[in-house]
């Protein structure tokens, strides 16, 4: 059975640093893209950053810069450094798989995702 897990996590002040991973099982994570999404109380899921196969990354505006996303195919996991957080980086972070093998192609969409982690709170506050 595929399964994402989300991980790191946490309570963290203004400026700190996270790294969220995702672990999968029954899928190997390099041979499809990975996305990570977060939902913030009261507003709709966003899109926060992906990566695609031939490991090409893209990122929502707000954090570029800050958020780096990469894979470690070894451990099959996706992780995503997040430096200077801001109290609105304050939301539920989800990982999610596309279901196309081998795409060159950059996913943006929740719908393009067809596999979802069970999501990992993510909380900044002094």
């Known amino acids: 059975q595929e399964r994402l897990v989300e991980s790191g996590g946490g309570l963290v002040q203004p400026g700190d640093s996270l790294r969220l991973s995702c672990t999968a099982s029954g899928r190997t994570l390099r041979t499809y893209s990975t996305g990570w999404f977060r939902q913030a109380p009261g507003k709709e899921r966003e899109f926060v950053a992906t990566i695609n196969w031939p490991g090409n990354t893209d990122y929502a505006d707000s954090v570029k810069g800050r958020f780096t996303i990469s894979r470690n195919s070894a451990k099959n996991t996706v992780d995503l450094m997040m430096n200077s957080l801001k109290p609105d980086d304050t939301a539920v972070y989800y990982c999610?798989?596309?279901?196309?093998?081998?795409?060159?192609?950059?996913?943006?969409?929740?719908?393009?995702?067809?596999?979802w982690g069970q999501g990992t709170q993510v909380t900044v506050s002094s």
């Open positions: 999610a798989s596309t279901k196309s093998l081998y795409s060159r192609g950059t996913y943006y969409l929740q719908g393009d995702y067809t596999l």
